[in-house]
C-alpha cells in the first residue's frame, strides 16, 4: 500500500539557518544563581537540565583488520590500531601501501575481527614455523604472499573451511586467539576518549548454521579491558547455534558485571533463516526463547557491503524503493536461494513476523532496532561513494575492484558491493556507556552512508504546532517516545508521529522522508503500508493516485556529479495513522531519501577511464532508516 499526504515545513531552508533548531530554543543567557559546586555566577549552561540527547554520533559498529582471517589471507596487513588512528580522522598507509584519510571522522567505532581463527592468520602472514608446519595453513601462507588471485583464493578457501568446520586444528588453537584478544582490548582502551572518540571493544561470531547459512553476530561490550579480558571470544567451534552465543553473553555479564550485545548481519546470505519461524534446530519458538532474542540482539544490521537489508521488493511490491543495494541469489558457500527464503532474510519482513509471533506467544523475538556498518575487510571504514576503497584488500584503490568478474555465491560481481553503512547514535555523551545504552534501548539509526540527521518521535499528546524544528525535539521527549520505544495503548487516542530529517552538510538534498508501517490485520497476517509524509517542492510535486511523483534527476554520470537544484535541505512534519485499530499490533519506522547521486561505480568508471557494462548500477537513492516504535495492544 503506498499512501502520501503530510504536513510540510520548512522545506527549503537552508542548512546554516536550521542548525539550531533541532535544539530547544534559548532566548537568553541564563546566569547560575544557585550554589552548583565549580560555577561561577554568570555562567551559561544550556544543556544542563536536558534529561535527553541533542547530538547523533556517527560510528561503524561491524569493521574488520587483517587479526581477521579472511581479512588477512586476502591481504590485509592493518591491524586494530590502525583501524581506530584512521576512524579517529589520521592518515594510515593501506595494505596497497596508498595513503587514507577520512574526510570526517567517525566519532566511534567498533573493530569485530572474526573470533574464529582470531589473530591466527596474522600469525601465518608472519612465518609462524609453528603454524606453517600444518600442510593447509602452510600453502595459504604462500598463495597469500603471492597476492592477487591467490590471494583471494586463500581467502575464499579459508571462508569455505570456516563455514564448512574444516579449518586446520593449529589455527583453531585457542592460545593464538588469547595472544591476540589481549593487543586488541588494550589497543581500544589506548583509543578511547570520553567526550571525543570512543573505542568499542568487540568481536564477530560467524555461525553459518552447518551449511553456509550467514547467522553472523557482532558483540558489542559496554566494558573495557579489564572486564573483557575475563573471556575470551567464543567460536562457532564450540557452538553455532544462537541460543548458545546468548547463553555465553549470560555467562559474560555473571562473572564480570559487564553489558554485552549481539547485531545480527546480512539475513540476505541466510537462506531464510536469520527470522525463521522456528528455533536453530527446528524446535517451536517459545516465550522463553522469543524474550532471549529480543533481550540480547535490540539491533539489526540494515547496511553493509554484502547488501541492504530494510526490504526486498518481491516483499514489498507497492515500496518503490525496496529495490536498493539487494544481494539475493545465495548464501555464502553458494547453495543457491529457493522459493520462499526471502521472507526470512530482510528486516522488514522480521519486524512483521515478529509481530506474528509475539501475537502467537506472548513475546515479539524480532523487536530489533536500526544499525549500519561496512564490514569491510580492509581496516578502512569507508563509505563515500567517491572514496569506495573496496572492502577487501585485494581491490582497494584499484580497477580490480570493479574489473572482476566472479559471480558464484559468496563472490558476487564486484560491481554489485555497495560503499554503505553507518549507525547514527542518539546518545547523551561520546562515552561506551551513552552510546552502548542508547544501542541496547534502540535509540539509533541506519545510514547508507550520507550523515542525515532523522529524528522519529510518536505519542498521543502532539498537538498540530508540536511539528515545528524549534520545538519538535522537547516536545518530542516530552510528549512522546524517540526511534527504539514502545506505545502503550490509551483509551479512544490515536497515536501521532513527529518526524524531522536534515540533509548531510556535504550532500544530497532529501527527496522525501517516509513514514513505513507494519500491522497484523483482523485475521492475524502481517501487512505493510508506506507513507510519503513530507516531501520538497511540494507544490509542484502532488500525489497522482496516491503515489508521490519522482523528485527529478540531475547526476552526470559521466562527469560523476550532481546539483542540488533540486530536493530539499530539511523537511519537518507529522504522520497521524489513518488506518489505525487499537487491537492490532503495529510498529512504525521513518525513511529519509536522498535525491539521486552517483554511485562508485560512476566514480571509478572516471577515476579509471573505463567504459561499464550496461548492467552495472551507476546511480542511486542514498536513504536513513529509524529504529521503529511499537505499538502493542492492552
Known amino acids: 500500500m503506498r499512501v502520501s499526504f503530510g504536513m510540510v515545513l520548512l522545506a527549503g531552508v537552508s542548512v546554516a539557518a536550521v542548525t539550531a533548531l533541532w535544539l530547544p530554543p534559548v532566548t537568553a543567557p541564563v546566569a547560575a544563581t544557585s550554589a552548583a559546586p565549580g560555577l561561577a555566577r554568570g555562567t551559561y549552561l544550556p544543556d544542563a537540565e536536558r534529561k535527553y540527547p541533542t547530538r547523533v554520533l556517527w560510528g561503524d559498529e561491524h569493521l574488520h583488520t587483517g587479526w581477521s582471517g579472511d581479512a588477512s589471507l586476502g591481504g590485509t596487513t592493518l591491524t586494530p590500531e590502525d583501524a581506530v588512528r584512521f576512524a579517529r580522522g ?71 573451511a570456516q563455514a564448512d568446520g574444516t579449518l586446520p586444528k593449529i589455527m583453531m588453537d585457542p592460545k593464538w586467539m588469547k595472544q591476540a584478544w589481549a593487543k586488541s582490548i588494550a589497543i581500544m582502551d589506548k583509543y578511547n576518549e570520553p567526550g571525543r572518540f570512543t573505542a568499542l571493544i568487540g568481536y564477530e561470531w560467524t555461525s553459518n548454521g552447518g551449511n553456509g547459512d550467514n547467522l553472523h553476530r557482532n558483540l558489542i561490550f559496554r566494558d573495557g579491558a579489564d572486564k573483557a579480558g575475563q573471556v575470551r571470544p567464543l567460536t562457532t567451534f564450540e557452538t553455532e547455534n544462537p541460543s548458545g552465543l546468548w547463553k555465553w553473553m549470560a555467562g559474560y555479564e555473571e562473572k564480570t558485571g559487564g553489558q554485552i550485545l549481539a547485531i545480527p548481519h546480512n539475513g540476505n546470505l541466510s537462506n531464510g533463516r536469520m527470522f525463521e519461524d522456528q528455533q536453530y534446530r527446528g524446535q517451536p519458538i517459545t516465550r522463553e526463547w ?38 539475493d541469489t545465495a548464501n555464502l558457500t553458494g547453495t543457491a536461494k529457493q522459493p520462499g527464503m526471502v521472507a526470512g532474510e530482510y528486516a522488514r519482513a522480521g519486524l512483521e513476523r515478529g509481530l506474528v509471533i509475539g501475537a502467537r506467544v506472548g513475546a515479539n523475538p524480532f523487536k530489533f532496532g536500526a544499525a549500519g556498518g561496512t564490514d569491510s575487510h580492509t581496516g578502512l571504514s569507508t563509505v563515500a561513494e567517491n572514496n569506495y576503497w573496496a572492502k577487501g584488500a585485494p581491490a582497494a584503490g584499484t580497477w580490480n575492484a570493479v574489473h572482476r568478474k566472479e559471480d558464484s555465491g559468496y563472490v558476487r560481481r564486484s560491481w554489485t558491493q555497495a560503499a554503505q553503512g553507518v549507525t547514527g547514535v542518539w546518545a547523551a555523551a561520546n562515552t561506551r556507556d551513552a552510546i552502548w545504552d542508547a544501542m541496547k534501548r534502540k535509540e539509533t539509526y541506519a545510514s547508507s552512508g550520507p550523515r542525515i540527521t532523522l529524528r522519529f518521535f510518536g505519542g498521543y499528546g502532539f498537538a498540530a504546532a508540536d511539528a515545528r524544528a524549534d520545538r519538535l525535539v522537547a516536545v518530542g521527549y516530552a510528549k512522546g517516545v524517540p526511534m527504539g520505544g514502545d506505545l502503550k495503548a490509551v483509551s479512544g487516542a490515536v497515536p501521532t508521529f513527529l518526524v ?135
Not at 511523483?549 to 537544484?565: L, M
Not at 530539499?568 to 547521486?597: C, H, K, N
Open 90 to 160: 589520521e592518515t594510515v598507509k593501506s595494505s596497497s601501501g596508498q595513503d587514507a584519510k577520512l574526510d570526517v571522522p567517525l566519532d566511534w567505532l567498533a573493530v569485530t575481527d572474526h573470533s574464529d581463527g582470531y589473530g591466527t592468520a596474522s600469525e601465518l602472514r608472519a612465518g609462524n614455523p609453528e603454524m606453517l608446519a600444518d600442510p593447509t595453513a602452510k600453502r595459504w601462507a604462500a598463495m597469500t604472499a603471492a597476492g592477487g588471485a591467490q590471494a583471494r583464493a586463500a581467502q575464499l578457501e579459508a571462508i569455505k
Open 290 to 327: 522469543a524474550e532471549m532474542r529480543a533481550r540480547w540482539e535490540p539491533l539489526y544490521e540494515y547496511f553493509q557491503f554484502k547488501g541492504a537489508s530494510e526490504a526486498h521488493p518481491s516483499l514489498s511490491p507497492t515500496d518503490e524503493f525496496a529495490n536498493f543495494e539487494i544481494w
Open 500 to 634: 524531522a530529517a536534515m540533509k548531510d552538510p556535504r550532500g544530497a538534498n532529501l527527496d522525501r522522508v517516509q513514514v513505513i508501517k507494519g500491522w497484523l490485520d483482523a485475521d492475524g497476517k502481517p501487512r505493510e503500508a508506506i507513507f510519503d509524509v513530507v516531501w520538497s517542492s511540494p507544490a509542484k510535486r502532488k500525489p497522482v493516485a496516491g503515489k508521490l511523483p519522482p523528485v527529478g534527476d540531475t547526476v552526470d554520470v559521466a562527469n560523476t556529479s550532481y546539483r542540488n537544484s533540486i530536493g530539499a535541505s530539511e523537511l519537518v512534519g507529522s504522520f497521524r495513522d489513518p488506518g489505525f485499530d487499537p487491537r492490532q499490533r503495529a510498529f512504525y519506522y521513518a525513511r529519509a531519501i536522498e535525491i539521486p547521486t552517483p554511485r562508485w561505480t560512476a566514480y571509478d568508471a572516471k577515476r579509471f577511464k573505463v567504459k561499464m557494462a550496461p548492467e552495472v548500477t551507476m546511480k542511486l537513492q542514498e536513504r536513513a532508516v529509524s529504529s521503529p516504535i511499537w505499538y502493542t495492544p492492552a
